[in-house]
């Protein structure tokens, strides 16, 4: 019964969660019925010492009653156990099945913050429902319906007795509802805060090299220590309520085996029940009870384990909205940008003023602007992190929205302005990770090869101490500035992409890899794809089919290489006029 759905079984993503759940939950819950049925062996058991084995002396009777006792205690054993397996291995292969679905869900959405939409953390959601299925919340979740039954079996012995154990029960979940209401709301937002406390600090530590050369670190952890306090406030003031209800109940429910022993006793004298109904009845009801109580003490980790599932439910909607579109072919780099404009969230600013911009494949265009001009943001529009305002960015005719985000990545190169590399060797990151360091196969070890020649990147590879498989360390740390942006263009460069974009490219790069860079855009618009590079280095002007001028957010003046004497009206457009003249950077550069 533990076996798992298949990673892919025809649904849609977004029923993943749903369908995998309900399946598996199903057994569980029918084990449940099984293993409840068999806790009622010790009751019955003694009801049947007291009242028959004790009156007739039978020692027959007694036997089989114990062998009966016993084979029912090992088939409990054996489920119970086949139980927990099962909620164990559902929550591991919940994570690996919706793992991967979610992680690149939490990167878009990291790369492109919607605006008032509250953080969410898609893989500790992950984490904290599989915690939950593995954990003893679920089980009493399961054990506290069978409750009716027992019930059912005291007032079968004798009515008054299942009033009274009805009317306990009744107490308890008004106390377990209390508490749910008065945790609901503040739960929630207690959780937020102390979620909002750890991105802090992880923030912190991310930028752990600037925070220690600032001297930031003292005001860095007095901020943490500001939230984390009144997290801290908060969640005791929540759980003062809480807690008292939960000692209440604890309380209540000893006070109830109590009342119930001291009822069945008044019954036996009254005659009206036997000393066998008597103790059975008090264990019956603390089994009923067992559960309800458990539920009331972990109440606060189920409502966490329900609010990460709705946070997943509509995480894996919206990625399956975006992902139901018609596969479209791999794109041949034309681009086309339409009135675009983009206005970040929260802010009231446009960074970016209806852009409008035509590249045909083979092309490149070079995009020049002062500080504050928009240059990053258009490209990062361009190549999809960011989701624009109004207008639309179209390779070859199609918005890039309408691309799967993995076949648009295939497609497109970039080299963002702040280079980062990932822990691993170089050929891993030059090969998107798409590849294991220690068997690479033959086609991609080519791929990553023709990627580093095509950057002008594999003579400085090879004099790394291990080459391809030099460990580049935690975000690159261990190359120099000039080596990480040499790896990521080869990086951009992987696959033959059609489009590249390339933010300041040759900002860390010395006369070598500027070199370098150099032929590597010849050889890109040999083969025909297009290159848009955000620059303001002469000599990578000069190799522009297109310059764009940029100010404020809109484009300010334009030139092409058939129009090399249009006036662009600013200093960089002028420099790019210049370097557009055949021979004119050659001359310069001498």
């Given at each position: 019964?533990?076996?798992?759905?298949?990673?892919?079984?025809?649904?849609?993503?977004?029923?993943?969660?749903?369908?995998?759940?309900?399946?598996?939950?199903?057994?569980?819950?029918?084990?449940?019925?099984?293993?409840?049925?068999?806790?009622?062996?010790?009751?019955?058991?003694?009801?049947?010492?007291?009242?028959?084995?004790?009156?007739?002396?039978?020692?027959?009777?007694?036997?089989?009653?114990?062998?009966?006792?016993?084979?029912?205690?090992?088939?409990?054993?054996?489920?119970?156990?086949?139980?927990?397996?099962?909620?164990?291995?559902?929550?591991?292969?919940?994570?690996?099945?919706?793992?991967?679905?979610?992680?690149?869900?939490?990167?878009?959405?990291?790369?492109?913050?919607?605006?008032?939409?509250?953080?969410?953390?898609?893989?500790?959601?992950?984490?904290?429902?599989?915690?939950?299925l593995s954990g003893p919340g679920i089980v009493a979740l399961f054990d506290a319906p069978w409750a009716v039954v027992y019930l059912a079996l005291i007032a079968a012995f004798d009515w008054h007795l299942g009033l009274l154990a009805t009317g306990?029960?009744?107490?308890?979940?008004?106390?377990?509802?209390?508490?749910?209401?008065?945790?609901?709301?503040?739960?929630?937002?207690?959780?937020?805060?102390?979620?909002?406390?750890?991105?802090?600090?992880?923030?912190?530590?991310?930028?752990?090299?600037?925070?220690?050369?600032?001297?930031?670190?003292?005001?860095?952890?007095?901020?943490?220590?500001t939230q984390t306090d009144a997290v801290q406030r908060a969640t005791l003031a929540s759980s003062a309520g809480s807690s008292a209800l939960s000692a209440v109940s604890r309380g209540a429910r000893q006070a109830i085996q109590v009342v119930m022993?001291?009822?069945?006793?008044?019954?036996?004298?009254?005659?009206?029940?036997?000393?066998?109904?008597?103790?059975?009845?008090?264990?019956?009801?603390?089994?009923?009870?067992?559960?309800?109580?458990?539920?009331?003490?972990?109440?606060?980790?189920?409502?966490?384990?329900?609010?990460?599932?709705?946070?997943?439910?509509?995480?894996?909607?919206?990625?399956?909205?975006?992902?139901?579109?018609?596969?479209?072919?791999?794109?041949?780099?034309?681009?086309?940008?339409?009135?675009?404009?983009?206005?970040?969230?929260?802010?009231?600013?446009?960074?970016?003023?209806?852009?409008?911009?035509?590249?045909?494949?083979?092309?490149?265009?070079?995009?020049?602007?002062?500080?504050?001009?928009?240059?990053?943001?258009?490209?990062?529009?361009?190549?999809?992190?960011?989701?624009?305002?109004?207008?639309?960015?179209?390779?070859?005719?199609?918005?890039?929205?309408?691309?799967?985000?993995?076949?648009?990545?295939?497609?497109?190169?970039?080299?963002?302005?702040?280079?980062?590399?990932?822990?691993?060797?170089?050929?891993?990151?030059?090969?998107?990770?798409?590849?294991?360091?220690?068997?690479?196969?033959?086609?991609?070890?080519?791929?990553?090869?023709?990627?580093?020649?095509?950057?002008?990147?594999?003579?400085?590879?090879?004099?790394?101490?291990?080459?391809?498989?030099?460990?580049?360390?935690?975000?690159?740390?261990?190359?120099?500035?000039?080596?990480?942006?040499?790896?990521?263009?080869?990086?951009?460069?992987f696959g033959a992409p059609a489009l590249v974009v390339l933010d300041e490219p040759d900002a860390s790069l010395d006369a070598e890899g500027e070199e370098a860079l150099m032929a590597a855009l010849q050889r890109i618009k040999a083969r025909g794809?297009?290159?848009?590079?955000?620059?303001?280095?002469?000599?990578?002007?000069?190799?522009?089919?297109?310059?764009?001028?940029?100010?404020?957010?809109?484009?300010?003046?334009?030139?092409?290489?058939?129009?090399?004497?249009?006036?662009?009206?600013?200093?960089?457009?002028?420099?790019?006029?210049?370097?557009?003249?055949?021979?004119?950077?050659?001359?310069?550069?001498?």
């Open positions: 019964m533990t076996n798992m759905p298949p990673a892919t079984d025809g649904r849609p993503r977004h029923e993943g969660l749903r369908h995998l759940l309900r399946r598996q939950l199903a057994w569980a819950l029918l084990f449940s019925l099984a293993i409840n049925l068999a806790l009622l062996a010790p009751s019955l058991f003694m009801l049947q010492v007291y009242d028959r084995v004790l009156v007739t002396r039978s020692l027959e009777t007694l036997t089989m009653l114990v062998a009966f006792a016993l084979i029912t205690l090992v088939a409990f054993a054996a489920l119970d156990q086949v139980r927990s397996r099962l909620l164990t291995v559902l929550g591991m292969v919940l994570e690996q099945r919706l793992g991967p679905v979610v992680l690149p869900e939490m990167m878009l959405r990291q790369a492109r913050p919607a605006p008032d939409a509250a953080p969410v953390d898609g893989m500790r959601d992950l984490g904290t429902l599989r915690m939950f306990a029960t009744l107490l308890l979940l008004l106390l377990t509802w209390a508490n749910q209401r008065l945790v609901r709301g503040s739960f929630a937002r207690i959780q937020a805060d102390a979620r909002g406390a750890a991105r802090w600090i992880e923030r912190g530590m991310q930028n752990a090299e600037a925070v220690t050369a600032l001297g930031m670190a003292g005001a860095l952890v007095r901020r943490w220590a022993l001291a009822a069945g006793a008044w019954l036996v004298i009254r005659e009206g029940v036997t000393p066998g109904v008597m103790i059975a009845s008090t264990i019956i009801l603390g089994r009923a009870l067992a559960p309800v109580e458990q539920l009331l003490v972990g109440w606060g980790g189920l409502v966490e384990a329900r609010a990460a599932h709705d946070r997943l439910r509509q995480l894996l909607e919206q990625c399956a909205r975006r992902q139901s579109g018609t596969a479209l072919p791999r794109p041949t780099g034309r681009v086309a940008v339409e009135a675009l404009s983009y206005v970040a969230p929260g802010s009231q600013r446009a960074l970016l003023r209806h852009v409008s911009l035509q590249l045909q494949a083979g092309e490149i265009m070079a995009i020049v602007g002062g500080s504050g001009a928009g240059k990053t943001t258009l490209a990062r529009l361009l190549v999809g992190v960011l989701k624009p305002t109004a207008g639309a960015v179209r390779l070859d005719g199609a918005e890039i929205a309408q691309y799967e985000p993995e076949q648009l990545g295939a497609a497109l190169g970039y080299l963002p302005q702040d280079v980062e590399l990932f822990a691993g060797t170089v050929a891993e990151n030059i090969a998107r990770f798409s590849i294991a360091s220690a068997s690479p196969g033959a086609e991609v070890s080519a791929a990553v090869l023709a990627a580093a020649e095509a950057a002008g990147a594999h003579e400085l590879i090879l004099r790394l101490p291990g080459g391809y498989d030099t460990p580049v360390g935690e975000s690159g740390r261990q190359l120099s500035g000039g080596q990480r942006q040499r790896v990521a263009l080869a990086r951009a460069l794809a297009s290159v848009i590079a955000v620059t303001q280095r002469r000599r990578l002007l000069g190799l522009a089919d297109k310059v764009v001028v940029m100010r404020d957010g809109a484009v300010e003046r334009m030139a092409t290489r058939n129009d090399p004497n249009a006036e662009l009206g600013s200093e960089a457009g002028k420099l790019a006029s210049m370097s557009l003249e055949p021979g004119d950077s050659a001359r310069k550069e001498s």
